[in-house]
Nanobody, 118 residues
Framework: QARLVESGGGLVQAGGSLRLSCEAS????????MGWYRQAPGKQRELVAK???????NYIDSVKGRFTVSRDNAKKTVYLQMNSLKPEDTAVYYCAVGGRPPNVYTNWGQGTQVTVSS
């Protein structure tokens, strides 16, 4: 069973940057798509960025041009570089194997909190 550990969150001012990491174990990482998700208070979890096994990337419109997803198969780690952060990016960020719609998952890691102050 896959185990995912997210890290790298924190408190940052608007316009700042953060780099999130998600280290995977118990899964054949290089063969799988990976997704970054976020859940803001009072809102549903959403898929923010996805990277396929072949490193094709996709983003939701609100983060295009600001966020970059990448992966290091040797380290079994997927990253989310977040630049030009906005207060509306404040959320708990999670990763998941497969990059599927969030409602198909029943288990999540602990996530990492990102708070952007105005």
């Amino acid at each position: 069973q896959a185990r995912l550990v997210e890290s790298g969150g924190g408190l940052v001012q608007a316009g700042g940057s953060l780099r999130l990491s998600c280290e995977a174990s118990g899964v054949l990482f290089s063969n799988n798509d990976m997704g970054w998700y976020r859940q803001a208070p009072g809102k549903q979890r959403e898929l923010v960025a996805k990277i396929t096994a072949r490193s094709v990337t996709n983003y939701i419109d609100s983060v295009k041009g600001r966020f970059t997803v990448s992966r290091d198969n040797a380290k079994k780690t997927v990253y989310l570089q977040m630049n030009s952060l906005k207060p509306e990016d404040t959320a708990v960020y999670y990763c998941a194997v497969g990059g599927r719609p969030p409602n198909v998952y029943t288990n999540w890691g602990q996530g990492t909190q990102v708070t952007v102050s105005s």
